[in-house]
C-alpha cells in the first residue's frame, strides 16, 4: 500500500486495494468524472454565503447565526481540514460578541455540488455538535442522506488531485 491512500487510511483494506488498483490502471479520474461530470457554479464568497445560508436555513434555522462564510485559500488539505467553523468572542464596545464563522478550503470552487454539499453539511453539523461524535454524524446524515457516500468520494478525489492533478479545471 503506498502513502498516496492517506485520505483513506481509515477505510477497510480490501477497499484500499480496489482504490489501488484504479489507480494503477489510471481508472480514478474516469470513475469520478463519470460519476460527477461537472463542477458546481458557487465561485465567489457571496455565492457561497448564499449556498450555505440555504442549506442552514432548510435544516438547522434555529442555530447559532453566521457571521462570515467564506472560501478560504489558507486552508489546505495537507492540514487534514476541508474546511472549519471556529466561534470566536470578542469585546465590542465594552460588550461581549460571539461569533460563528465558515471557511471552505478554495480547493471547493471548482469541484461538483455534490462535494461542496458534503463539505458545507459537516460545518454546518458543527453549529451543534462540536465533536465528531454519533450525534454529529446523525445530523449529518439528516442534512444529506448520502453524507458517508460522498465523504467517502471527497477522499477519492483529493487522492486523485494529489497524484494526477484536478479533473475539473478543464469542464467548467
Known sequence: MTSELKYLSAYPLDLRNQVQRMIEENRLSKFLLQKYPHPHNVVNDKALRNYVMTLKNRFIKKSAPLSHII?????????????????ISRVQ?????NKNEIRISSLFKKTPEQFLNMITVHELAHLKEKEHNKAFYQLCLHMLPKYHQLELDV?????????????????K
Request: net charge positive; charged share 20%; aromatic share 12%.
Open 155 to 171: 477522499r477519492l478525489y483529493l487522492t486523485q488531485l494529489e497524484i494526477n492533478g484536478d479533473i475539473y479545471c478543464f469542464n
Open 71 to 87: 472560501f478560504d485559500p489558507k486552508i489546505h488539505i495537507i492540514n487534514n481540514a476541508l474546511g472549519t467553523h471556529s466561534y
Open 93 to 97: 464596545g465594552g460588550k461581549l460578541k
